[in-house]
């Protein structure tokens, strides 16, 4: 028989494995739906006789052992009983905590299909739990995202989302919108009578706060997004000031070669490091600079790309060599990066072990901030770590809420879009029966946001990135 996951009506009992599939200390093999109950007490057999599973309280825990239909002992096991709707998926629930042997898992999951239950699909009962109202859409994206949480802050944004902030926030958009929505229905229903049930004054400040509200939380996708992916730090500049030993000195580890020879790094090289509960990706590029040797000019070219794709470019200078002249050609030229409120671009004066004094009026020159270091004896790279991380954290700052999923941005730019279209149906006299199907639309795309709109083509290419018992 073929099921339909993505039917509300649907009681099949699923089974699944919770933990990370291989040998491990404990597994947990999570069972859902109506029959999950009844199901387990006829394999699961308490150290206390008397227990009646179906009669126990929810949230409670029972020590005993799995036995197959010729009473063979399978293993000694944990039963937790959650009993709806005090459960995640909102259905009675149960979860075996057994040994970790990857034929236990087997044969225990082998055990409890033979009774009655199937393999669950991918997300399954993140989906029953979202069909069964314990959270939204746009939480229910959010146990993905906290699963697959890499730093602190990734963390941090995927719990916000999931106890509801963002939710809340969308789903007040949308009532603001609906009321907005009614009366303009209402003067439809009453067309033929030519009267005003909305003031056209109050309904464009309205479309003025939704538009300021919905471009916030767009904008903070820039910031979103490269905090959950790590956020990618360029280290550019002209060859043999350090780069490559910067990215050393920052992962604390020999990655990248270090040469006294120009143009040693040809290609970009990234890696991965968390600061302070951030990740950022350090990219180390080639050395800008003319070269006749094509290879090394190709380097060159991903440098610029890596420049223009990096949240932070940290461009490095060698205190011995540089000049005023130098400093305003690098003001010229990186210009338009300099003044890109999406970036933030930090001077790095390097090789000061190689100096007696440090040059001054750059500052003034530049009007920024140089911070003075030595990669390779790892003088002040605490320091530059630190600024790197304020950088990221100011900007979390500037956002109350911050938005780190693409399908959410862009149902909101699309939002955004018919509520433009609103503004301009009212300033040029538009009929306001045009005006409400752009109204309907916008309200189309911030259901689809939260679920309360939705087809399960979306639900399956959402659902359907989840691991298996999740």
Known sequence: ??????????????????????????????????????LTSKIFFPRNKKLILEEANSHSLFFGEIKNEDAETIDEVVVSVFKNPKSFTGEDSIEISCHGSIYIQQRLIELII??????AKPGEFTLRAFFNNKFDLSQAEAVADLISANSKSSHELAMKQMKGGFSEKIKNLRVKLLNFASLIELELDFSEEDVEFANREELLSL???LKKEISQLTESFKVGNVIKKGIPVAIVGKPNVGKSTLLNALLDE??????D??????????DTFIINGIAFRFIDTAGLRESDDHIENIGIERTYEK?????????????????????????EQFQECIEDPNKHFVLVGNKIDQMVNIPTGFKDLLDMDITYISAKRKENINELSEKLVKSVQERQETNDTIITNARHYEALTQALNSILQVEHGFHSSIPTDLISIDIRQALHHLGEITGEITTDEVLGNIFGKFCIGK
Do not use: W
Request: one cysteine or more; proline letters at 6%; aromatic letters at 2%.
């Open 1 to 38: 028989m073929i099921h339909n996951i993505f039917d509300p009506s649907n009681t099949d009992t699923i089974c699944a494995l919770a933990t990370p599939a291989g040998t491990g200390a404990i597994a947990v093999i999570r069972i859902s739906g109506p029959d999950s109950i009844p």
């Open 114 to 119: 033979e009774n009655g239950a199937r393999l």
């Open 207 to 209: 479309i003025d706060t």
């Open 254 to 259: 020999e990655k990248a070669i270090v040469s």
């Open 261 to 270: 020879i120009p143009g040693t790094t040809r290609d970009v090289i990234e």
């Open 307 to 331: 420049i223009n794709e990096a949240s932070i470019v940290l461009y490095m200078i060698d205190m011995q060599e540089c000049t005023e002249e130098i400093m305003q050609d690098i003001k």
